[in-house]
């Protein structure tokens, strides 16, 4: 079996500080994000720059626990502090808000007590 693969195009991230995920987002849309635990970027493949504020979710950013990508890349999903969860499709930029209950807050607040890391699994 011959697998022949063409790159399409390379950059450099201008940035220093090193991201531990890069996520393909969108089907329609596609863009590349660089994803840490709290922090998400759109990168800019043909200039390395990124592009740090997304309008629909900066509101929320500042209470995230843990962000995760499904596996399809259609969504990007996230944990607030308050126990909430949140889903985000790039492609028709529509978030949906998922209401706590009182188990998931009760999870939220051990794992922030106990500095353990949460996973989400979308």
């Not at 063409?6 to 994000?33: C, H, M, N, Y």
């Not at 509101?59 to 995230?64: I, P």
């Not at 944990?79 to 998931?104: H, M, R």
């Amino acid at each position: 079996m011959e697998i022949k693969l063409d790159v399409l195009i390379s950059t450099s991230i201008k940035q220093r500080k090193p991201w531990p995920r890069i996520s393909w987002i969108g089907q329609e849309k596609e863009a590349i994000f660089l994803l840490d635990g709290k922090h998400i970027n759109e990168i800019n493949l043909a200039s390395g720059k990124t592009k740090k504020k997304i309008p629909r979710l900066q509101s929320l950013l500042k209470n995230v626990v843990i962000l995760a990508t499904s596996r399809n890349g259609a969504w990007l999903a996230g944990i607030l502090t308050s126990g909430e969860l949140f889903l985000w499709n790039k492609d028709q930029d529509c978030l949906k808000i998922v209401p706590a209950i009182e188990e998931s807050r009760k999870v939220v607040a051990a794992a922030q007590e106990c500095s353990v890391r949460l996973y989400l699994y979308v």
